[in-house]
């Protein structure tokens, strides 16, 4: 193994992916997937900051309990809005379309990814997707829930699902190429030396997620086809009163959408891998495990749709199966929180802004998956169905698990992506700010849900009121924690301090080459000789600092 501590970076260069071509047709023409991944960046961006927007509507309508700020048929669709600009163009690509579009191939030691004129050819398809979903949402909306229940959305409703519909299933298109592109440059184009146990485990939780988007996704589009089928033909696939069964849509749309919860949650469990490593300076405990995990959620995310459905006149037995199946599927989530509490045990931890993300991922996760639980046993969800607990336990699995994760890992490779380095002092406040944030404004709705408060409705009895002041109080914490990194990130573009190769004193391939990269990420193919996470014992290293990672051999 070549030491972490005489590794020599590449010396600097003015020449990086960012400034190799100017003009606005070298980007809209990339094939660098380092440039796919900033216009991805961008996309999701913008559309988070409309699915707040939303939210934000939806707090503020709910801060009194009369319902005097939207109707509810503008409160339907706000909600309904809000869900699909989150879950379908937000969630879902965030994490694999930015951080692994950007990291995948220099994590391998590859010079780009296996078809990068399909990379280009997603980001197309993700953009046309969203202006049709968008045009759906300024035409007048959509106001089905965004799980589009049948029969409501095939025959009821008036608003415009056919077309939101069409936005969702031409996005569907680009996560498919996507999870294609990732997984044959992992099985193909990995560096000499880079065996699939050295792969970091960054690597294996986007090679999980590419399974489930590959195998799942044709599942909704389906679904959707059908959907718009039965609504404009009259068809009775969904609707009871022509011979249809609505219950098939909910099969057919969980089918996708359980799994599609792994496809959001996956890729941010590889970034607290590398961040919990990383910032404790120690091996990943059970490496094995860990990346075995993963497959094995991927596995069981798509054995678990039917408890989605345990008060769908689905049969007791059924519902027996699938409670069980329910509860296993927690398993290998656990060993990942296990594995990484065990690394951090007896370690050197350095809190910088990546690493409170990480934690705080861990706290945040584990409340939604033990809540998950409870939702999993048959009886107890009967109570518990469609009410504010099912919502606060969602949130806390996809915000406080996949956004904890996509932020600690904006802010881990910044200084790769960017070449510059962010205000320290002001990450580590915003991570604080959202973390109080996000829990003042989801967990009294553990509590509302509890004590029956149900969800979907724009005016509620007064006696949850309390909750819900308290849920508006922290989303506007939250939102406010949000808004600090966006205009820190973009400042530090201009006037943050350059980044050297490595600034966090790390082994990863990523991390020996530029910053930012050039267009091909290496000068030469990188000859892999050590293995994922290889750190110096704990005894033979002696602390010196706690900030960024400064150590030396005793």
Same mark, same amino acid.
């Given at each position: ?44 961006? !913008? ?40 879950? !379908? ?54 106001? +089905? ?31 498919? /190429? +996507? ?29 999980? +997620? ?15 086809? /059908? ?102 599927? =927690?398993?290998?989530? =656990? ?56 919502? =606060?336990? !969602? ?77 508006? =109080? ?5 939102? !406010? ?74």
């Amino acid at each position: 193994m070549t030491p972490i501590e005489t590794f020599e970076p590449p010396a600097p260069s003015k020449v990086n992916y960012i400034n190799a071509e100017y003009g606005l047709k070298s980007w809209l023409l990339t094939k660098d997937h380092k440039r796919i991944a900033l216009l991805y960046l961008g996309s999701v961006t !913008f559309f988070f900051f409309i699915g707040g927007i939303y939210a934000m509507m939806i707090r503020l309508e709910l801060l009194t309990p009369q319902g005097d700020l939207l109707q509810s048929t503008t409160y339907n669709k706000v909600f309904t809005q809000h869900g699909i600009i989150m879950v !379908f163009f937000f969630l879902i690509p965030s994490i694999p379309a930015t951080l692994g579009n950007f990291l995948i191939p220099m994590m391998i030691g590859a010079k780009d990814l296996a078809f990068p004129r399909l990379n280009l050819l997603s980001w197309y398809i993700y953009i046309l997707g969203g202006l049709v979903t968008i045009y759906a949402l300024l035409a007048g909306g959509v106001d +089905t829930g965004w799980t589009f229940y049948a029969p409501y959305s095939t025959t009821f409703s008036n608003s415009y699902v056919v077309a939101a519909g069409l936005g969702i299933f031409i996005t569907g298109f680009s996560s498919i /190429l +996507t999870g294609l592109n990732f997984i044959v440059t992992i099985h193909t184009m990995r560096a000499p030396g880079m065996t699939w146990f050295r792969l970091p485990l960054f690597i294996w939780s986007h090679y999980a +997620t590419s399974l489930v988007m590959i195998l799942g996704t044709p599942v909704i589009a389906i679904t959707i086809l /059908l959907l718009a089928f039965e609504r404009l033909a009259h068809v009775g696939i969904f609707d009871p009163a022509i011979g249809g069964d609505p219950v098939l849509f909910q099969h057919l749309f969980w089918f996708y959408s359980h799994p599609a919860v792994y496809i959001m949650i996956l890729p941010s469990m590889g970034v607290v891998s590398e961040l919990i490593a990383n910032f404790s300076r120690k091996n990943i405990f059970g490496y094995k495990f860990v990346a075995f995990s993963s497959l094995a959620i991927a596995v069981f995310g798509f054995l678990v749709w039917g408890h989605h459905l345990f008060v769908a006149s689905q049969s007791v037995y059924a519902g027996m199966i699938f409670s069980f199946l329910s509860f296993a599927v =927690a398993i290998p989530s =656990a060993i990942k929180v296990f594995n990484w509490t065990a690394t951090l045990y007896k370690s050197s931890i350095a809190y910088d802004t990546p690493m409170l993300y990480a934690l705080g991922f861990i706290g945040l996760f584990t409340i939604g998956g033990m809540t998950g639980l409870f939702l999993a046993a048959l009886a107890l969800d009967v109570h518990l169905s469609d009410t504010y607990f099912v919502v =606060a336990h !969602f949130h806390y699995i996809m915000v406080g698990g996949t956004l904890m994760g996509y932020l600690g890992g904006l802010h881990y490779w910044w200084p790769k992506i960017s070449g510059r380095m962010y205000p320290e002092g002001w990450g580590r406040f915003a991570a604080l700010v959202i973390f109080v944030g996000f829990n003042l404004t989801f967990m009294p709705q553990f509590v509302a849900g509890f004590m029956g408060m149900p969800r979907r409705y724009h005016a509620y009895p007064p006696e949850f009121q309390v909750f819900n002041v308290l849920s508006t =109080a922290g989303a506007s914490i939250l939102g !406010f924690g949000m808004l600090i990194p966006a205009i820190y990130f973009v400042w530090s573009m201009r006037y943050g301090k350059h980044a050297e190769a490595n600034p966090w004193h790390l082994p990863g391939l990523e991390w020996r080459t530029q910053s930012p990269p050039p267009t091909e990420n290496f000068e030469t193919t990188p000859l892999v000789t050590w293995e994922a996470y290889e750190f110096a014992p704990p005894e033979e290293t002696k602390v010196v600092g706690r900030i960024r990672g400064e150590f030396e051999r005793a």
